[in-house]
């Protein structure tokens, strides 16, 4: 294949993806799909960085494998893994530490937030390590491009730091994969706390988790925050609440938000919500039915699970032996 290849992780996290990483990251691997070979990966070594307990764990990977295909992940096109299904991830990881300066890890600021939010004694090496595992998660696969948020950038810069080292100490072993910054990619923002992302790591009251119940649901979105104004107007600086709400709805809907501020010129904040709210509930529903599904049929949904881990493991050994070849292993 010639298509450019990209590989992608989601933390499980949580049971249910929320609306954020659905429009945020979700709806964007789905489209990649027909131009890019693509990895998709349930990053599960990376969640034991942070206390977690195995049978839920287990659980939370699964489901979250089941919400990528219920997303539209087609199995087929693209390679699905589990990370710790594949051996090499924590071989190549190791490498990665050991090309890596101590100053250099220290200074990664999503370590600095997170030593510091857990506090010194709880955080563990892992969290250190992590941006070592992440590169080693895309070098294996030969990623030309890695879709990243803004969080996610300092990590990928060290990722393209330790692949030209290693290429210029040992030989061409890595391509050096690029940020690909994909246009237009919704950011979505509690109901309650307009000003703070929707996320799994840090909910807030107003996350709209895809799994909930969808009445449950449409009420969260029937009682989001807006402002004391009365216009329908995109302004995510003055209308951090109304912006998000109309975000989610040109998302939903595949209407421009310019459209949608005319649909709603002389309604009010409480159309918006309701129209959001069935929007929602309307896309949400067989969405869950698919989850449903796919985690009900444990067989099914473990055979697709060994297929990507097969797929990805000829990949990723390859990779893994040039290089324990160059380091003289
Ligand atoms: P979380 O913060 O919910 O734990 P992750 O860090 O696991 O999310 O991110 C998974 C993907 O979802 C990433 O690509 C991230 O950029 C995207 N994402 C997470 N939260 C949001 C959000 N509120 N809006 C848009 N995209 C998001
Ligand atoms: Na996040």
Known sequence: TT?????????????SLHLGNYLGALTSWVALQDTHDAFYCVVDMH?????????VLRRRSRA???????????????????QSHVAAHAELSWVMTCLTGFGEASRMTQFKDK?????????????????MLMAADILLYQTDLVPVGEDQRQHLELTRNLAQRFNSRFGQTFVVPEPYIVKQTAKIYD????????????????????LDDPKANAKKIRSAVTDTGREVRFDPAEKPGVSNLLTMLSALSGR??????????????????????????????????RVQALVGDTEGLDAILARGAERARAVAGETLAATYDRVGF
């Open 256 to 289: 421009e938000v310019a459209a949608l501020e005319e649909d709603y010129t002389g309604k009010g904040y409480g159309d918006l919500k309701k129209d959001l709210a069935d929007v929602f509930v309307e896309f949400v529903t067989p969405f869950r039915e």
């Open 64 to 82: 979250t494998a089941a919400q990528f295909l219920a997303g539209g992940v087609d199995p087929e096109r693209s390679t699905l893994l589990l």
């Open 47 to 55: 969640s034991i960085t942070v206390e977690f307990e195995p049978e």
């Open 115 to 131: 030593s510091q939010r857990i506090g010194a004694d709880r955080t563990g090496a892992g969290i250190f390590a992590y941006p």
């Open 3 to 15: 298509r450019p290849r990209i590989f992608s992780g989601m933390q499980p996290t949580a049971d």
């Open 191 to 210: 109901l309650q706390q307009p000003d703070k992302q929707m996320s799994k790591s840090l909910p807030g009251p107003g996350c709209l988790y895809l």
